[in-house]
């Protein structure tokens, strides 16, 4: 079965410099969260969409934003990048915005800022 | 503030006994209740959920057990398998909400 695909796998940046992570989700599946996941920590959630529209926001800075498009893909654009943002970043999906509907998560995109 | 505490970083268990994973969380607007399995190089990968209008819910060689007076609750792997061995996430979120808070993991080890 198709699972959530995430693009990069890998992402070496430099400070201040900015850095885009794709998101396909599950076909058919409307909804998209993101997580960050910092070395020895568990995963943060920092925004989610629903149908194309944030459907809730967590602990994202103001130097990120994301969207989701018309084919349900997300992207989470990071600007001027900190030390402090290499991180795994997850890509969760699932099939309706409800809290019993399972997420999904992808394999991760692992961000190394330098 | 750690809302999900999983208080036991690791947990070593021969293979056919039971694994005992624990979760404590400290908000009262948590209803819903996950664990995931992450392997490294992956995501996590979902297991068993239960809603607070449940004690228990079981799936195959997987029970989730709540206890919402405690504010607690394990999850129980019985018999364990070697394949068993990753870090355990457990994960709640809060009421009218879907986005997951997590614990700190415990990695579990079933050896032969």
């Known amino acids: 079965a198709a699972g959530v695909i995430q693009s990069p796998r890998h992402l070496i940046k430099e400070k201040r410099e900015t850095a885009t992570l794709k998101c396909y989700p599950i076909?058919?599946?409307?909804?998209v969260y993101w997580y960050q996941q910092g070395p020895g920590q568990d995963p943060q959630f920092l925004i989610s969409?629903?149908?194309?529209?944030?459907?809730d926001k967590g602990s994202i800075p103001d130097r990120f934003s994301a969207q989701q498009f018309s084919d349900y893909h997300s992207e989470l654009n990071m600007s001027s990048l900190e030390l402090g943002d290499s991180a795994l970043y997850f890509c969760?999906?699932?099939?309706?915005?409800?809290?019993?509907?399972?997420?999904?998560f992808g394999p991760g995109t692992r961000l190394t800022v330098l | 503030d750690q809302q999900v505490k999983q208080n036991s970083p690791s947990l070593s268990v021969q293979e056919g006994r039971i694994s005992i994973l624990n979760c404590d969380y400290t908000n009262s607007m948590f209803d819903y209740f996950l664990w995931y399995k992450k392997y490294p190089a992956e995501g996590p990968t979902f297991l068993i959920s239960?809603?607070?209008?449940?004690d228990k819910n079981e799936d195959g060689r997987f029970t989730v057990f709540l206890n919402k007076s405690a504010k607690h609750l394990s999850l129980h792997i019985v018999p364990s398998q070697p394949g068993d061995s990753a870090v355990y996430f457990c994960?709640?979120?809060?009421?009218?909400?879907?986005?997951?808070?997590f614990g700190t993991g415990t990695r579990l080890q079933v050896f032969p």
């Open positions: 969760a999906s699932s099939l309706g915005g409800a809290q019993s509907d399972t997420q999904y």
């Open positions: 076909p058919r599946h409307d909804t």
């Open positions: 994960a709640a979120s809060p009421y009218n909400t879907d986005k997951l808070i």
């Open positions: 969409f629903y149908e194309k529209m944030q459907s």
């Open positions: 239960i809603s607070s209008i449940k």
